[in-house]
């Protein structure tokens, strides 16, 4: 498989989560596209998206080869279409030009061409970030969000000799050989906090989860006192007297704190700061192990019983949405600094990255009063996500399922316990 067929598959994955080609080109006023690629069956697609949008109908060429036809029948729509070959003599006509493709051609006019990297990037952003997002914000008024990314190690000439050391082994294979060391005692990157192997493998190994029938994912329940996960949630400690509002930490496994304990999580050290210096916050660290799948976030997000004034830190690694504001922590460990050996591999912090962070996290709230005041720059007439929860579950407290779906899950939930499936 092409790294362009790869680049297909997210392309089309952005269409069943609800975003179209045509619907690009009448958010971009695209009005006579040309697109073109080398493959003749993904044309066969982009042109089934329009067909049945009817909206637009673009020329669709294929860059090299004789002319093809596509003897397919999708949907019954039509059972055959012929792709002609481009003729780059005849591109002025068109108001873009959409290549399938990441290569470069110099005869194209480069004004009015969009390449296969850029065009995915769009559509990631705005399937995974925007739209979910944007629909949230406008059913939860009174709710903060702020979308944050992950940091990692900038292999350079600063680069540490730590870090070029935990750059060839990640803490999954730590993790690994921590399960098969057959009860030798081996050296770690976490000896220096005094941790034992059987308190590493906790901390890296944490809790598995579980997902439900709804879409949302939750933690399974681990009672190790150095880990601590009960009902989804991860323990934040320092958590006393009363508060006003709630920060809800969603992320990826470095928010969850994977090789940290649970009393020196991001979360924990965000609450200590807080209690400090008089704040009435709550921190929940409501993370999970998502890996890139932004649809379980969405899920999440959607069941939170978050209220007015209420901050929701989001981890989308990497994407971020306009008019929302982003913290970007990507270079904050940047050699050179003066923080000390931060990270356990080469995209996960250690509890020392984690204090660290907490604090840069803290300035950029108080710097910004907490977002209190706050104006989101979103569309009020945004159409809604149909798919990830965002439309299913909006309500908070457990969300809001049609009666229709309720029924179809009820029904399934009574055919797994009747068959033990």
């Not at 969000?145 to 190690?153: E, R």
């Not at 098969?180 to 770690?188: H, L, Q």
């Not at 976030?297 to 004034?309: A, H, S």
């Amino acid at each position: 498989m092409t790294p362009d067929q790869l680049k297909c598959i997210r392309l089309r994955d952005c269409f069943y989560a609800g975003y179209s080609m045509p619907q690009y080109c009448i958010d971009n006023g695209i009005k006579n596209p040309l697109i073109a690629s080398y493959d003749p069956e993904f044309l066969w697609e982009i042109y089934v998206q329009f067909r049945y949008d009817k909206r637009i109908m673009p020329q669709l060429s294929l860059i090299s080869g004789e002319p093809v036809t596509v003897a397919h029948s999708v949907a019954c729509v039509l059972n055959g279409q012929l792709f002609n070959k481009i003729n780059y003599n005849d591109t002025g006509k068109y108001d873009r030009i959409i290549m399938l493709t990441t290569n470069r051609f110099k005869e194209l006019p480069a004004d009015k061409t969009v390449y296969f990297d850029s065009l995915l990037g769009q559509f990631i952003q705005y399937v995974y970030a925007e739209r979910p997002l944007y629909d949230y914000l406008n059913q939860n008024t009174g709710a903060k969000v702020i979308v944050t990314n992950i940091p990692n190690i900038k292999n350079n000439e600063y680069t540490s000799e730590y870090e070029k050391k935990v750059l060839k082994k990640s803490i999954h294979q730590l993790r690994r050989e921590l399960e098969t060391r057959n009860g030798k005692t081996i050296e770690t990157r976490f000896d220096e906090f005094g941790y034992s192997n059987d308190e590493v493998h906790a901390i890296l190994a944490l809790s598995g989860n579980k997902t439900n029938l709804d879409g949302t994912t939750d933690l399974l329940d681990n009672d190790h006192p150095l880990v601590m996960t009960k009902g989804g949630i991860r323990k934040t400690a320092n958590q006393e007297g009363e508060y006003q509002n709630t920060i809800w930490c969603m992320g990826t496994c470095i928010y969850y704190g994977i090789g940290s304990p649970y009393d020196k999580t991001i979360e924990s050290y965000l609450q200590k700061i807080f209690n400090e210096n008089g704040h009435k916050y709550r921190v929940e660290n409501v993370s999970q192990f998502y890996s890139g799948r932004y649809q379980d976030i969405f899920y999440n997000l959607n069941r939170l019983p978050v209220k007015k004034d209420d901050i929701v830190l989001i981890c989308l690694q990497g994407l971020h949405a306009r008019g929302i504001p982003f913290f970007d922590i990507d270079h904050i460990f940047d050699r050179p600094h003066d923080h000390g050996e931060v990270f356990a591999d080469a995209g996960h912090i250690n509890e020392r990255g984690n204090k660290v962070l907490a604090q840069k996290m803290y300035e950029y709230l108080r710097e910004n009063d907490f977002f209190k005041n706050f104006k989101y720059d979103i569309p009020s007439d945004f159409p809604p996500v149909h798919q990830y929860g965002v439309v299913c579950i909006q309500n908070r407290g457990g969300g809001s399922l049609s009666v229709n779906i309720k029924r179809s899950l009820n029904s399934i939930r009574r055919s797994s316990e009747r068959y033990a499936l």
